[in-house]
């Protein structure tokens, strides 16, 4: 099976901050990676499929980047509206595991 | 709109069985692949099965195999999560989430449920 790692967990920002946060596959998963944000009560939500293609709807401020084994999500001016947990997840390979989970919350 | 919508969640005793349903509404439900997934109490997401268009493929978690089966009737934009054996490390809030169409597996999860919770207790 492929194990997701995230970085770091968790992140304390303020608002107006450049986030990143970083993913890692415990073996290539060419650009099968996607990114979701959930906030406490709430299904996740998708940000970003194919490492950086940009979901519908999805503030800009958000992007992604990688191939291979690592990726980044990057919220590139923290909204407070943005301060949730953030999860990668491989779409490569069956079992289609997620990673552990990036808890923003406010420094 | 686009609409996933969980049910059959409850309490259960180890051992016993639950079958969870999902009802999908505002898409053409039999273009897409539909999966389940989980997430215990103060935990991250767990992945558990998928279930192909048209219902011929289906995958799972190595936790659940064996114990729980995905199925789908298109004809009633239903997909099944049929549980047995259940344990309690099997507590979670359950969403049934869309997959990409036909055969496209890559594609990220773009519409979820709300989730139904199954608590395994005695």
């Known amino acids: 099976d492929i194990q997701m790692t995230q970085s770091p967990s968790p992140l304390s920002a303020s608002v107006g901050d450049r986030v990143t946060i970083t993913c890692r596959a415990s073996q290539t998963i060419s650009r099968y990676l996607n990114w979701y944000q959930q906030k406490p009560g709430e299904a996740p939500k998708v940000l970003i499929s194919a490492a950086s293609s940009l979901e519908s709807g999805v503030p800009s401020r958000f992007s992604g980047s990688g191939s291979g084994t690592d990726f980044t999500l990057t919220i590139s001016s923290l909204q407070p509206e943005d301060f949730a947990t953030y999860y990668c997840?491989?779409?490569?390979?069956?079992?289609?595991?997620f990673g552990p989970g990036t808890k923003v919350d406010i420094k | 709109q686009v609409q996933l919508v969980e049910s059959g969640g409850g309490v259960v005793q180890p051992g016993r069985s639950l079958r969870l349903s999902c009802t999908a509404s505002g898409f053409t439900f039999s273009r897409n692949l539909m999966h389940w997934v989980r997430q215990a109490p103060g935990q991250g997401l767990e992945w558990v099965a998928v279930i192909s268009y048209d219902g011929s493929n289906k995958y799972y978690a190595d936790s659940v195999k064996g114990r729980f089966t995905i199925s789908r009737d298109n004809s009633k934009n239903t997909v099944y999560l049929q549980m047995n054996s259940l344990r309690a490390e099997d507590t979670a809030v359950y969403y049934c989430?869309?997959?990409?169409?036909?055969?496209?597996?890559?594609?990220?999860?773009?519409?979820w449920g709300q989730g139904t919770t199954v608590t395994v207790s005695s």
């Open positions: 989430a869309r997959g990409g169409e036909y055969s496209n597996y890559y594609s990220g999860m773009d519409v």
């Open positions: 997840q491989q779409s490569h390979r069956t079992p289609f595991t």
